[in-house]
């Protein structure tokens, strides 16, 4: 019989939640952390124009530089960890990021800051890390509010760093005071990540394809800029041309490659099943409404009311204006695991893209006063929420544990390209569709936008009924993840 006033020790199950639990909270750090990166960098655009004398044009390389980084990085990154250990290589991006930002807080000229800007793009791989430690360490059914959590802290990250950013550069109009802000972040989560983090488990016991990830580098690396700068280059222009045919070159040069050797980086032959490869191909057009309306609904919140639309907001009215949809996106990734119990994967992916598709439809047709705008985009958000929360976890679960990190990678770049072509395209269609006599796009403009972007999100949902529910003709196992190929030898 137990003594009065003692307490029975923890059941193992019980310690086990608590420690799923908190390293779960642990890996949604380094993703608050990349999304405050990504919140911040927008607002001081502006400031590193006067601080370092560039124009428009030339400070369009803040965002260039680091999605060519990321582009580049995150599918080596992701195969790495699934190789040497994902704690290991979400470390060492966390390094290099901390590094990146450090030297952008300190640049003495442009330059320099563009490296740093580059030696930070790692972080676009911080989520396919986090889910292959999750789907390794993580009771089996914590994986989908684990995935969840990291998703929703990401967007939230985004949020907090926007507002932290409007708050300090408006308090100190200084744009260093700004760029301090996610040294600081990375600093505590490296802090988290070496006390709070386990390695993950099992490990692909296969030989780096070092010349798999050279080329898909640098394949995406000329797509990225072709999709990135053909606008300003000219779509006719030497460069951009050199750009697409060197991208169709080495990636097909790539996949070629991928599918004689034993251990490629990406094994193409299980990504094309149809249990996986519908999913890959929405992802291109999700990147369409996740990334490319983002710039459209701050310049439209932005632009002056006596242009006849816009409400004039500044640095500080719009971080505010764009919490509320924030918060809807953490709502709708916070909530992927009760609709997928409820409703299954695929009907909760086509709850948020029929959010999204209602979202941006309503904008078209309702934007006359702020707080409809604001309703419209939250309704488009907590579909973002939902969607690009549904999708990494469906891939990780469908991927062997030795393939989680790079199945959930890929997801993030082929998402970035879809994002990278629509932030060009929406670029020329605001440059082309403007008020006579002036470089301000009309109202109509924006509308275009928004229905393509409602488009998108229609074809995606359209892309994932293709595919198939468990897969179990493509090798898969009974709870729908993939079979994992016997390890080659070392």
């Known amino acids: 019989m137990q003594p009065i006033g003692t307490s029975s ?25 990349e999304g405050i990166l990504l919140g911040v960098m ?42 040497y250990g994902h704690r290991r290589i979400l470390r060492l991006g966390v390094v290099l990021a901390l590094l990146g930002s450090l030297l952008c807080a300190v640049a003495p000229n442009y330059l320099v800051f563009l490296v740093g800007r580059a030696l930070a793009g790692p972080v676009a791989a911080y989520t396919a890390l986090s889910v292959g430690i999750i789907r390794d360490r993580a009771a089996p059914e914590r994986l989908r509010s684990g995935v969840s959590m990291v ?8 949020v907090l760093g926007t507002l932290a950013a409007a708050q300090i550069s408006s308090m100190t109009d200084n744009v260093i005071a700004v760029l301090w802000i996610p040294v600081v972040m990375f600093v505590l989560t490296l802090v988290v990540l070496f006390t709070m983090v386990p390695e993950s488990l099992n490990r692909a016991h296969v030989r780096p394809d070092w010349w798999g ?22 779509w006719t222009s030497t460069p951009t041309l050199g750009c697409l045919a ?27 099943r149809r249990n996986v490869a519908p999913f890959y191909v929405a992802s291109l057009t999700m990147g369409v409404t996740f990334y490319g309306a983002q710039t459209a609904v701050s310049t439209f919140l932005a632009t002056p009311e006596e242009v006849g639309y816009g409400f004039g907001l500044d640095v500080t009215g719009l971080a505010l204006a764009l919490v509320p949809p924030g918060v ?18 695929k009907q ?44 990494p976890m469906i891939l990780a679960e469908r991927a062997a544990r030795t393939s989680s990190g790079i199945a959930t990678g890929l997801f993030n770049t082929v998402k970035s390209v879809g994002g990278s072509t629509a932030s060009a395209s929406f670029g020329a269609i605001m440059t082309s569709l403007t008020i006579v006599g002036t470089v301000v796009p009309t109202e109509h403009a924006y509308r275009v936008v928004w229905m393509i972007c409602a488009g998108a999100a229609l074809v995606s949902m359209l892309i994932v009924f293709t595919a198939v529910g468990t897969g179990k003709e493509a090798g898969a196992l009974e709870d729908g993840t993939a079979r994992e190929r016997e390890p080659a030898a070392a």
């Open 42 to 83: 927008p607002t001081a655009v502006g400031g590193l124009g006067e601080l370092f004398h560039q124009s428009a044009g030339e400070l369009t390389w803040v965002h260039a530089v680091q999605l060519l980084a990321a582009g580049m990085s995150v599918p080596v990154l992701a195969r790495l960890g699934d190789i």
């Open 328 to 345: 809807m996106a953490v709502v709708g990734a916070l909530s992927v695991p009760y609709l997928s119990r409820s409703l299954g994967h």
């Open 151 to 158: 998703m929703a802290a990401l967007t939230g990250g985004s």
């Open 9 to 33: 020790p923890p059941a193992a199950g019980a310690s086990s939640r608590r420690a799923d639990t908190l390293m779960i909270v642990a890996l949604a750090s380094a993703n608050l952390a």
């Open 348 to 391: 909760t992916l086509y709850c948020g893209y029929v959010l999204l598709v209602a979202g941006y439809l309503t904008l078209v047709v309702w934007h006359a006063s702020l707080w409809q705008a604001v309703l419209a985009v939250s309704i488009a958000y907590y579909g973002t929420g939902i969607s690009t929360g549904a999708m």
């Open 213 to 234: 990830a050279v080329l898909l580098s640098l394949g995406l690396a000329c797509l990225l800029l072709f999709v990135g700068e053909g606008g300003d280059w000219g």
């Open 246 to 272: 060197g991208a169709v070159v080495i990636l097909t040069g790539w996949a070629l490659l991928e599918l004689r050797i034993t251990d490629p980086m990406v094994d193409l032959r299980v990504a094309s």
